[in-house]
């Protein structure tokens, strides 16, 4: 059974850094579209970064250059580096997958993505 469970997330000052963490399990990160989304208080659910089964990764504009995404084979987990934060970082993040083979544009709709972690809070101070 698929399950995500995420961690890393915190209070930070503005230009700080965090690592957050989504550990799997009932399938392989790493051969799965894989994301992390964000959603604030008051807005909509948003896209951060994706990972398609072929390895090849988006990045919204607003984190380009700031957040990595990254999975480590032999945890099963997906990572989220993020430096340079800024207070409008401040949200609720979370982890899914779309389970199966997808590649490109195929591994980037919210609506596509089907398990999703619990999600793990990030405040950034100004």
């Known amino acids: 059974q698929v399950h995500l469970v995420e961690s890393g997330g915190g209070s930070v000052q503005a230009g700080g850094s965090l690592r957050l963490a989504c550990a799997a399990s009932?399938?392989?990160?790493?051969?799965?579209?894989m994301g992390w989304f964000r959603q604030a208080p008051g807005n909509e659910r948003e896209g951060v970064a994706t990972v398609d089964s072929g390895s090849r990764i988006n990045y919204a504009d607003s984190v380009k250059g700031r957040f990595t995404i990254s999975e480590d084979n032999a945890k099963n987990t997906l990572y989220l580096q993020m430096n340079g934060l800024k207070p409008e970082d401040t949200a609720m993040y979370y982890c899914?997958?779309?389970?199966?083979?997808?590649?490109?544009?195929?591994?980037?709709?919210?609506?596509?993505?089907?398990?999703w972690g619990q999600g793990t809070q990030v405040t950034v101070g100004s």
């Open positions: 899914a997958t779309r389970p199966g083979y997808y590649y490109g544009s195929r591994c980037g709709q919210e609506l596509d993505f089907t398990y």
């Open positions: 009932g399938f392989t990160v790493s051969t799965y579209c």
